[in-house]
Every structure is written in C-alpha cells, then in structure tokens.
C-alpha cells in the first residue's frame, strides 16, 4: 500500500492474507508448459535482519527492495510495539528508531516469527536492556537460542529466560556493550547476526570465530556498514567489529532472494520448460546450479541473468544440506520434489534441522517413492506424478509441493498456504505469467465444478 504506516494496532494487509489462507487451498492442473521471464524479488532473510538491524540507528533508514511478504509484516509490527515508526511504500521501508521505548514484543507475534529475536542484540546495543519472548516460526526443529545468549554474555550482558521471555541488561552507568572474542559452536545464521549488530555498538572490538558465511550475513553487514559501523571478514568464518558511537541514516537496497531463485529454476527444471530470471546474483546460486548441471540442465548466466535449459531427463543426484555455501537446507524439499521424477536412486541426507522431512508423506501421497530413516531420505524416481490434496507443512514444503503440482498428472490441491505467503512474493502471479495454470479459491472448492483457470500471455514480470 502507498504511504502505510504500520502500527501495532493495525493489522496490515499481508497479516489479513495471512488470515484468510488458513480458509484457501492453492489449486494446480499440471503438466503445462512453462515459458518466458520472472524478475526475483528482494530476500526475505535479508530484508527481515536490516529491518531488526535499523533498530541501531536513531536516524531514518530507507530501505529499498523489501518483498511485501507477510513475515516482513509481523516484523514490521514487532518493529512498531518497541517504538519504531514504519512507513511503506511500495518496495521501500521508511523506518526511523530514533524513540525506542521500553517494551516487549507482543508474544503473539514472536511466536510466529523466528527472526524476531534478532532485535535482541540491537535494542542492548542501544538501550542497554531488551525483553524479547522466545521466537517461533516454522515447525521444523529446534533452533535453540544458547548461542546468541552465551554471545551477549561474553559482551558483557546479564541474560536469564523467565516465563518464556529472555531478559537482557548491561551493568554500569553508560550501560554499553563490551567488546569481546567469540567461538560459535556451530556457525550459526542468526547467532551470527545477532552478534554482529550488538557489537557495532559495543567499546571495542569484538571477534567472531566459526561465524556463518550466508550472503544474507554479508547484506546485513553491508547495511551495517553503509550506517557507519566498522565490521570486516563478513563472508567468511572470522568477523571482526570495532564497536561505534553511533550510527547514520541510509539508503540502502536488499539482495535478490536465492532462494526465490532457485525455487524458480527447479520450476523449469520440473517442467522441461526454458525460463530465465534476472535481478538475481548468480555467485549465491552455485550449489543450485551445481546440481542441476549434474542432473543434465543447461544453466546460461550472462551478469545478473540466469537461464535454464532442462535436459530430457533428469539424472539422479545426491544432496546434502549444509552451511554455506554448501547445499542449502532451504533448497532441501524443493529439490527433492524434482528428484521424485529424476532417472535412477537418490539420497538425500538433512544436517541442518532434525524435522524438515515432513514434506515426504505429502510427496509419497502424489506417488512418489521416497523412505526415510532418520535424517536420510532415498527417494527413488517414478516416471510420474499424479495430483493429490496435500498439506503445506512448513515453508520450503509447500514450494515442493507447488512444484511437484507443476509435473504432476491432473488437479494437486495444497492446503494451509499460510507457509507459502510467509516466503514468496506472489507466487501465483510469477507462475501464471509463465503459463502455469493455477488458482487460489476457497477450501472446499472441488476442483471438477470449474474449468482449468485460461493461461495468462506469457511475458516478462517487472512486478
């Protein structure tokens, strides 16, 4: 919406979609042709971390490139009830921090969102205290918060969890922040974040060792910097920060999503079709473009211009999901719809999070042929894929789904499509302007009252 601005009181319109898809199912007659061009939109991991990280600065911050998603809303909320003032505008995000007040984030909305946590450490870098409920998000394993705790305690704050809520202070009349050497026990996103912005702030330096290497890292680290903070060796394992004063305002755009990216590339894949995507960087796309080389595609990069050729047929691969710039466990279910129809056995192995294999039983339901134990999955290719009802589980399972309802024989219908309107920017739009045949109606709606949705022209989309 033009010129929103976005309080705790008011439910924005991505929150009230959010609402609704709990009642829709997303419908897909499969086997069409895809063809032609999507431009990807802004990352959502990126543009959720610079909005926490605007939090460290009291000037105006313009953030430019912001899907209009509905974790960014929630955020944008959190954001709003410690004080902040949004204003949206299309893409870009106004926000100005310069009156933080002394309040919890509403638990209603922390529960729903893991990212949130991450205004941890910026608010204790600015006031020296911070009430943040413990965080939620998807259902698909546990995602402790020691590490981020027992790094705010190496900066010199006082952590303890009370009733579900963490409450952080610093000691000392200037109540600021100490800079200090930290080990991560496993390279951890979102420690690493948190950590990075809380030391901007902090006397001193403060050095991260075993940090994640993730480009969503780096963009916060190059919003962080564009404000006047004094970080390097974001990208690799050792971040280092000299602590600040204070930072300025800024002008600052969000990386494309590689994940959006590679969702997309698979659709080609999955399809046999030739699309291409551009407002994309193809250096975080190289595991995904690895192996979809090795199944037999044709990836053409020309600058900031990614194009698939599919082969005839897909060669079975193995995966295995890790930190980056390995294999991307957000890449994990989307790829193994694709292998469901690949030539041969292929092993998946999750390393990453305990429960994101979910999304097998909603596969095996459309007639794949996949097993699990434990953490590994063989899935087994079938010359076919026939459409089912099936059940988003989490957010990168309904992407698998969508893209298994893209191959499959007949009519897939997806429910609890509140996973999907968390990560993708109008999803169905992209889809349908490559010829897919799609549409989101009310659930319960069969299918066989109403003729496919008609193709829309195949162009370029600049939305």
């Known amino acids: 919406m033009e010129g929103k601005i976005i309080t705790p009181a008011q439910n924005s319109s991505n929150l009230s979609a959010s609402s609704e898809s709990d009642q829709q199912v997303l419908q897909i007659w499969g086997r069409q042709p895809l063809q032609g061009h999507v431009k990807i939109s802004g990352a959502k991991n990126s543009a959720l971390v610079v909005m926490a990280g605007a939090l ?3 000037d105006d911050c313009h953030i430019r490139n912001v899907p209009a998603l509905v974790d960014v809303a929630r955020m944008g909320q959190i954001l709003s009830a410690v004080g902040v003032k949004i204003q949206q505008n299309g893409d870009v995000l106004d926000i100005n921090a310069s009156d933080l007040i002394d309040a919890q984030a509403p638990y209603e909305l922390v529960s729903q969102l893991r990212a949130s946590f991450f205004i941890i450490g910026p608010l204790l870098a600015r006031l020296g205290f911070a009430k943040v409920p413990l965080p939620g998000g998807c259902a698909i394993g546990a995602r402790p918060v020691e590490l981020h705790v027992r790094g705010l305690q190496a900066l010199g ?10 409450h952080a202070y610093v000691k000392g009349p200037n109540r600021r922040l100490k800079g200090a050497k930290i080990y991560l026990d496993y390279p951890s996103v979102g420690a690493t974040e948190t950590l990075m912005m809380a030391a901007t702030l902090a006397q001193g330096e403060t050095v991260i060792e075993n940090a994640a290497q993730e480009p969503e890292v780096v963009d916060l680290a190059n919003f962080c910097r564009a404000m006047g903070a004094k970080i390097q060796g974001a990208g690799t394992n050792t971040i280092v920060i000299s602590g600040v004063e204070r930072l300025h305002a800024v002008d600052y755009s969000i990386i494309p999503d590689r994940i959006e990216a590679g969702t997309f590339l698979l659709a080609g894949a999955i399809t046999h079709s030739e699309i291409s995507l551009s407002s994309v960087i193809p250096d975080h796309l190289t595991a995904v473009i690895a192996k979809l080389q090795t199944m037999g595609a044709k990836i053409i990069v020309e600058s900031d211009l ?10 079975a691969t193995d995966i295995e999901t890790l930190p980056y710039p390995g294999f991307s466990t957000d890449m994990q279910a989307p790829f193994m719809a694709l292998l469901t129809l690949s030539d041969g056995d292929s092993i998946i192995k ?18 794949a042929d996949i097993r699990v134990k434990g953490n590994v999955a063989v899935v087994r290719g079938v010359p076919l894929l026939s459409g089912a009802p099936v059940v ?9 789904l969508v893209l298994a309802g893209l191959a499959a024989d007949g009519v897939t219908t997806i429910s609890s499509l509140q996973h999907l309107d968390r990560g993708y920017e109008q ?26 949705p008609v193709n829309l022209v195949r162009s370029s989309l600049n939305c």
């Open 392 to 400: 988003a589980t989490d957010l990168r399972a309904s992407a698998a």
């Open 350 to 367: 999750e390393t990453v999070f305990e429960n994101r294999l979910r999304h097998v039983a909603e596969l095996n339901r459309m007639g």
């Open 306 to 315: 990614v194009r698939i050729v599919p082969g005839k047929i897909h060669t």
């Open 56 to 58: 460290l600065c009291p």
């Open 157 to 166: 704050a006082e952590v303890h969890i009370d009733h579900g809520t963490v």
């Open 427 to 452: 999803l169905e739009v992209k889809l349908q302007k490559l010829g897919a045949k799609l549409r989101r109606v009310k659930e319960g709606t069969d299918p066989a009252t109403a003729e496919a």
